[in-house]
């Protein structure tokens, strides 16, 4: 039987992360494992284990039942669990169906957070691994460098991975819209929620040095202080000090209002009317809504910022829809690869190859060779140049046929004689050297 | 003569090329196009520049008397300043109003005949060069001014009232940098516009004997310069930042803009450049 993909995972979408912390697979190795072994029905293997997903990809060439128990013992018993609990919850796709999913999850259409760049980093270390490890043969090279190739084309032609999709990244974006670059700026935490903690942490990360802290507990202040570099204040002081903030992030847990509108009125002269960005997360709020309405002065609540959140989430959905696009096109293209694995399309395709180039070839010296070439003339040349081509790939040809009597080597070979004459029109990547170097240390 | 109008023909081109590749780079968010309608705006502006000092040089038809070498000189400013604040504030940005304008202005000036102007005599003097140098660049900076206080403007309200930040906005450069457009023109351009103006009394009271003579074109420019003082003030004195100035900025681009072809062109005046 022919060698098929096969894929065996729980996902965020499948499994609760009780179940995935069970299962996961970190430092599993198929060799030493029991997933392959010497004539065992596992021929290549990848196993891929984040804190979102755990899956095991192989290439057999037995029917699916037999792979499916191999596999999920070896998962089972790796992980110490049980096989049915297992079995419950995980997910199979077989073939294109296979090559789909993969194709997905590598450019984060499958992830938690859609779009979210780190799977494919994490998918890059899985091949590497398997590499090293030399699980990975033709077809899970092939698949993984098409998949890699795919998320790249869907990272760049849509805009399913642009645009922040968190609260506390969303404002700070908002922030650069109305700074420019952050180092000038300074911002105060008044309250130290998680989100505002968050907030900072992401402000911090953009560039902003200086770093407030006003709270009603000293200690916290204090704490929160140190650990961004800041300076900790107590909440009487918190008004005093607020000319000084550019960015104000708010999440107290007062009842009431804390920062007036005429308050900030003030503040605003004091300040020569510089803008401030206030951002409100607390519930209830802490700010005036009324100061949104003073010039220079941008207020945001936490329904504004997840709205935000909400349109870039549904600008990403929009994407993923044209990012799903290019998956099919690109499955469909490695299928045609996959086919061409077998022997006699590439026979039939190396000798049309050939035909092809004998008759450029053919033309050309029919053209050098003048207007009254007579018939017979052109007759011999282009036998000639048919019978060069075929004699020329005749040895390929039964090369390849007796290897493909042996079982096992036959893809090895037609996917190197298929690179060798090029028979898939390949561009190669001028990198692509490197690449293979990186891949086989 | 030929020759000139040939090189004229092609520096309306590369500005063109320039506005139009901007704007689309623009829609299209690609850098590269953008990149290509500044270098396209270079090209155009070094050979305009070398159309001026050939036709100073060679005093062709006296050159200085001549309308259409002034306007000329304004499309040549408009692109100066862009060019001093891409380099001083990485606006390139600006291309959106600095090129479409240098081409109008630059298209305006081969539009009209190239007629004589009944300029006294004291031509070549300080005070007449400094009159023209300085409300020139006064007028590329609000120009510049302008373009910054629309889309100021315009991010402004879409950062108030929460809109969803569209393509092109999320292209935009900052509100900070916008008001630092601002600032600049307001900063520089009041004590240039006030040269401007002060140097051309100067002169008036030389050619004319007398400063002020109450023509449309000195009213015009000395109401101008009440505004413009004003502004200059609240924006030294920290009262003003970004929604107000941007839109004072605005309000003195269109009055002087109005000034200059209303008044120059339609009004009689000593100012006139009608043909």
Same mark, same amino acid.
């Given at each position: 039987m022919e060698?098929?993909?096969?894929?065996?995972?729980l996902?965020?979408?499948?499994?609760?992360?009780e179940i995935r912390?069970?299962?996961a697979?970190?430092?599993?190795?198929?060799?030493s494992?029991?997933l392959m072994?010497?004539?065992?029905?596992?021929?290549?293997?990848?196993?891929?284990?984040t804190?979102?997903?755990?899956?095991?990809?192989c =290439?057999?060439?037995?029917?699916k039942e037999a792979?499916?128990?191999k #596999?999920l013992? #070896?998962?089972?018993?790796?992980?110490?669990?049980?096989?049915?609990?297992?079995?419950?919850?995980v997910?199979?796709?077989?073939g294109?169906? #296979?090559v789909k999913h993969?194709?997905s999850?590598?450019?984060s259409l499958?992830?938690m957070?859609?779009?979210?760049?780190?799977?494919?980093?994490q998918l890059?270390d899985a091949?590497?691994?398997?590499?090293?490890e030399?699980?990975?043969?033709v077809?899970?090279?092939r698949?993984?460098h @098409?998949?890699?190739?795919?998320?790249?084309?869907i990272r760049?032609?849509?805009?399913?991975?642009?645009?922040?999709v968190s609260?506390?990244?969303?404002a700070?974006?908002l922030a650069?819209k109305?700074f420019?670059e952050?180092?000038d700026?300074?911002a105060?935490l008044?309250g130290a929620?998680?989100?505002?903690e968050?907030a #900072?942490l992401?402000?911090?990360?953009?560039g902003?040095k200086d770093?407030?802290?006003?709270?009603?507990?000293?200690?916290?202040?204090?704490?929160l202080?140190q650990r961004?570099?800041g300076q900790?204040?107590?909440?009487?002081?918190?008004l005093e000090n607020?000319?000084q903030?550019d960015i104000?992030i708010s999440?107290t847990?007062?009842?009431g209002?804390?920062?007036?509108a005429a308050?900030?009125?003030?503040?605003? @002269?004091k300040?020569k009317h510089?803008?401030?960005?206030f951002?409100?997360i607390?519930?209830?709020?802490?700010?005036d809504?009324?100061?949104?309405?003073?010039d220079?002065?941008y207020?945001?609540?936490i329904?504004?910022l997840k709205? =935000?959140?909400e349109?870039?989430?549904?600008?990403r959905?929009e994407?993923?829809?044209r990012?799903?696009e290019?998956v099919?096109?690109?499955?469909?293209?490695?299928s045609?690869?996959?086919r061409?694995?077998d022997?006699?399309p590439?026979?039939?395709d190396?000798?049309n190859r050939?035909e092809?180039?004998a008759?450029?070839?053919?033309?050309?010296?029919?053209?050098?060779?003048g207007?009254?070439?007579?018939a017979d003339?052109?007759?011999?040349v282009?036998?000639?140049a048919?019978?060069?081509?075929?004699?020329l790939?005749?040895?390929p040809?039964v090369?390849? @046929?007796?290897r493909a009597?042996?079982e096992?080597s036959?893809?090895?070979?037609i996917?190197?004689?298929?690179?060798?004459?090029?028979l898939?029109?390949?561009?190669?990547?001028?990198?692509?050297?490197?690449n293979?170097?990186?891949?086989?240390p | 003569?030929?020759?000139?109008?040939?090189?004229?023909?092609f520096i309306a081109?590369l500005y063109?090329?320039g506005?139009?590749?901007?704007?689309l780079?623009?829609?299209?968010?690609s850098?590269?196009?953008?990149?290509k309608?500044?270098?396209?705006?270079?090209?155009?502006?070094?050979?305009?520049?070398l159309?001026l000092i050939?036709?100073?040089?060679l005093?062709?038809?006296?050159?200085?008397?001549q309308?259409?070498?002034?306007i000329?000189?304004?499309?040549?400013?408009?692109?100066?300043i862009?060019?001093?604040?891409?380099?001083?504030?990485?606006?390139?940005f600006?291309?959106?109003t600095?090129a479409p304008?240098?081409?109008l202005?630059?298209?305006?000036?081969?539009?009209?005949?190239p007629?004589?102007l009944p300029?006294?005599?004291?031509l070549?003097g300080?005070?007449?060069?400094?009159?023209i140098g300085?409300l020139?660049i006064?007028?590329?900076l609000?120009a510049?001014?302008?373009g910054?206080?629309l889309?100021y403007l315009h991010?402004?309200r879409?950062?108030k009232?929460?809109?969803?930040?569209?393509?092109v906005?999320?292209?935009l450069?900052?509100l900070?940098t916008f008001d630092r457009a601002n600032?600049?023109?307001v900063?520089?351009?009041?004590?240039?516009?006030?040269?401007?103006?002060?140097s051309g009394?100067?002169w008036?009271?030389?050619?004319w004997k007398?400063?002020?003579t109450?023509?449309?074109?000195?009213?015009?420019?000395?109401?101008?310069?009440?505004?413009?003082?004003?502004l200059?003030?609240?924006?030294?004195s920290?009262?003003?930042?970004?929604?107000?100035?941007?839109k004072?900025?605005?309000?003195?681009?269109?009055l002087?803009?109005?000034?200059?072809?209303?008044?120059?062109?339609f009004?009689e005046?000593?100012h006139s450049?009608?043909?």
């Amino acid at each position: 039987m022919e060698q098929q993909i096969y894929l065996f995972g729980l996902s965020h979408k499948t499994a609760a992360i009780e179940i995935r912390e069970k299962f996961a697979l970190n430092g599993f190795e198929p060799l030493s494992h029991g997933l392959m072994e010497d004539q065992g029905p596992v021929q290549e293997a990848l196993v891929l284990s984040t804190c979102n997903r755990v899956e095991i990809l192989c =290439v057999s060439s037995e029917v699916k039942e037999a792979v499916q128990d191999k #596999a999920l013992t #070896a998962w089972a018993e790796f992980c110490g669990q049980d096989r049915d609990t297992l079995e419950k919850h995980v997910y199979f796709y077989s073939g294109l169906e #296979a090559v789909k999913h993969l194709f997905s999850v590598a450019a984060s259409l499958d992830s938690m957070v859609l779009g979210e760049p780190q799977i494919l980093g994490q998918l890059k270390d899985a091949y590497r691994k398997a590499v090293q490890e030399k699980t990975a043969g033709v077809i899970i090279n092939r698949l993984l460098h @098409k998949s890699f190739s795919a998320a790249k084309r869907i990272r760049t032609e849509t805009a399913v991975s642009s645009s922040a999709v968190s609260i506390s990244y969303a404002a700070v974006e908002l922030a650069k819209k109305i700074f420019g670059e952050l180092s000038d700026q300074k911002a105060m935490l008044i309250g130290a929620g998680e989100m505002a903690e968050l907030a #900072a942490l992401h402000l911090l990360n953009s560039g902003l040095k200086d770093i407030m802290v006003a709270n009603r507990t000293p200690a916290r202040a204090q704490e929160l202080a140190q650990r961004f570099n800041g300076q900790a204040m107590c909440m009487e002081k918190m008004l005093e000090n607020l000319p000084q903030a550019d960015i104000v992030i708010s999440s107290t847990g007062a009842s009431g209002i804390i920062i007036s509108a005429a308050q900030v009125r003030e503040i605003l @002269k004091k300040r020569k009317h510089r803008p401030i960005f206030f951002i409100d997360i607390a519930v209830p709020r802490d700010i005036d809504a009324r100061v949104n309405m003073l010039d220079n002065v941008y207020l945001y609540d936490i329904d504004d910022l997840k709205e =935000v959140v909400e349109e870039n989430l549904a600008g990403r959905r929009e994407e993923a829809a044209r990012a799903a696009e290019i998956v099919d096109i690109e499955v469909e293209k490695f299928s045609d690869w996959l086919r061409a694995l077998d022997l006699s399309p590439t026979i039939v395709d190396l000798l049309n190859r050939g035909e092809i180039l004998a008759r450029r070839e053919l033309r050309k010296s029919l053209r050098s060779l003048g207007p009254d070439v007579s018939a017979d003339t052109t007759r011999v040349v282009e036998q000639m140049a048919l019978s060069l081509v075929r004699k020329l790939y005749h040895e390929p040809i039964v090369f390849l @046929k007796r290897r493909a009597r042996e079982e096992g080597s036959a893809q090895k070979f037609i996917d190197l004689a298929r690179r060798i004459f090029n028979l898939d029109d390949e561009q190669v990547p001028p990198d692509a050297h490197q690449n293979r170097k990186r891949n086989n240390p | 003569m030929l020759s000139f109008r040939i090189l004229d023909f092609f520096i309306a081109v590369l500005y063109l090329s320039g506005a139009l590749s901007f704007l689309l780079g623009l829609i299209y968010s690609s850098k590269k196009t953008q990149d290509k309608s500044v270098l396209l705006t270079i090209i155009g502006f070094g050979l305009h520049s070398l159309d001026l000092i050939l036709k100073y040089a060679l005093g062709i038809g006296e050159i200085l008397t001549q309308s259409q070498f002034y306007i000329s000189l304004l499309a040549w400013s408009f692109l100066l300043i862009y060019f001093f604040l891409w380099w001083r504030l990485k606006l390139k940005f600006l291309s959106i109003t600095a090129a479409p304008l240098a081409l109008l202005i630059f298209s305006g000036s081969l539009a009209i005949s190239p007629t004589t102007l009944p300029v006294p005599g004291f031509l070549q003097g300080l005070w007449f060069g400094l009159h023209i140098g300085t409300l020139f660049i006064t007028m590329a900076l609000l120009a510049m001014g302008f373009g910054a206080g629309l889309a100021y403007l315009h991010l402004d309200r879409k950062i108030k009232f929460k809109a969803k930040l569209s393509n092109v906005s999320r292209d935009l450069p900052s509100l900070h940098t916008f008001d630092r457009a601002n600032h600049l023109a307001v900063i520089i351009g009041f004590p240039l516009y006030t040269v401007g103006v002060l140097s051309g009394f100067i002169w008036a009271a030389f050619t004319w004997k007398t400063i002020f003579t109450w023509d449309p074109k000195e009213v015009a420019t000395v109401f101008i310069w009440f505004i413009f003082a004003w502004l200059f003030h609240r924006r030294v004195s920290g009262a003003w930042k970004g929604k107000k100035p941007a839109k004072m900025v605005i309000l003195l681009f269109i009055l002087s803009l109005a000034s200059f072809i209303g008044i120059n062109f339609f009004i009689e005046t000593h100012h006139s450049l009608r043909p």
